[in-house]
């Protein structure tokens, strides 16, 4: 019989060669510092056409521990789902393929999973800002942007479940892990949500996490396990800021798992003469103020609502529509 791994830790790339070396360098170098055999690095390869085969086969050489596989089907949701199907471990670790391991990281992840009884976690996501951040960009306060913009996910240092607040309702796939046994009872992620290449509609594992939590399983937010997100000076532009806000308008509409569907068109309506009116008046206002970030941040919502009635629309109306590029 196969020998059955405790802990997968899964890592879906695409094209992110040059960042994968000092990730898997780092990654390798944890696994052996906690002398275990029960833990492996399943790497899926997502089409990429760039040096990621050769140097995870490189480092493959000397860590029998490393598993790599080629996945052609591009999409984020798909290569985790390839991940899960492959996934020797009865934990299932998701980090993306570009931060950077705080050095206790792993052995947090044990910590957590000796010292508690949950079955889902979600650790901390500090981001390294490539330039100080813009001064319309705020985390904090009425006119904050969503965490996971940029992504980053900072709730504090005190242990606790999700929902943490309105907007930090779960754990973000960069720093998560998993019994997979939730998988096997509620099903893998959902492919029509997620990066696909460079484009895509986001918040595949914020979809699962709902489900999760529409089913009562609780989630524990541990902030001891630490990773870092580096935010390049692209993701803190207007341009992508504003193309985050609209697609995941897109993707609330399409999680779905409203309680009731038949409020769906009332909900239309709320936004068309509710939402958008109190956004262009807080627009006005931020001009009148000469404030970016009430500008900007007016500006985002309501290119938000955008992006949630597009998809509305879609739906309902059947209207093929192409998701956008970020």
């Known amino acids: 019989m196969e020998h059955q791994s405790y802990l997968t830790i899964l890592l879906c790339t695409y094209n992110r060669a040059k960042l994968l070396n000092p990730l898997l360098s780092k990654l390798i170098n944890q696994v052996k510092s906690v002398n275990r055999d029960d833990i492996e690095i399943l790497l899926i390869d997502n089409n990429s056409n760039d040096e990621t085969k050769e140097i995870v086969l490189n480092y493959q050489k000397n860590n029998k521990f490393l598993i790599y596989h080629f996945e052609s089907r591009q999409g984020l949701a798909i290569a985790r789902n390839k991940g899960l199907e492959l996934a020797r471990g009865n934990v299932i670790v998701f980090i993306d393929d570009d931060i950077v391991l705080h050095e206790s990281w792993l052995r947090e992840i044990f910590t957590s999973l000796d010292k508690y009884k949950y079955k889902a976690f979600g650790g ?70 997620g990066r696909v290449g460079y484009g895509g509609i986001p918040c595949e594992d914020t979809e699962f996490c709902s489900r999760l939590l529409r089913n009562h399983e609780q989630i524990f937010y541990y902030p001891k396990a630490i990773v870092f997100h580096p935010v390049s000076v692209y993701r803190t532009s207007k341009e992508f800021i504003k193309s985050w806000h609209y697609r995941n308008g897109i993707s609330t509409i399409r999680k779905g798992g409203r309680k009731y569907a038949v409020l769906d068109i009332p909900r239309f309506l709320v936004r068309l003469l509710m939402h958008l009116p109190f956004y262009i008046i807080m627009f006005i206002v931020g001009l009148f103020l000469i404030n970016k970030k009430i500008r900007y941040w007016s500006e985002f919502r309501f290119v938000r609502v955008l992006g949630q009635l597009r998809e509305f629309l879609r739906i309902w109306l059947k209207i093929p529509l192409k998701d956008p590029t970020f």
């Open 124 to 193: 901390k996501v500090i981001p390294l800002w490539e330039k100080d951040k813009p001064s319309y960009v705020s985390l904090t306060g009425f006119f904050a942007l969503n965490q996971k913009i940029f992504p980053a996910h900072d709730n504090g240092d005190d242990s606790r479940l999700y929902p943490i607040t309105k907007d930090e309702t779960n754990p973000i796939g960069a720093n998560m892990w998993f019994y997979k046994e939730l998988f096997k009872k509620y099903g893998g992620f959902r492919e029509d949500l």
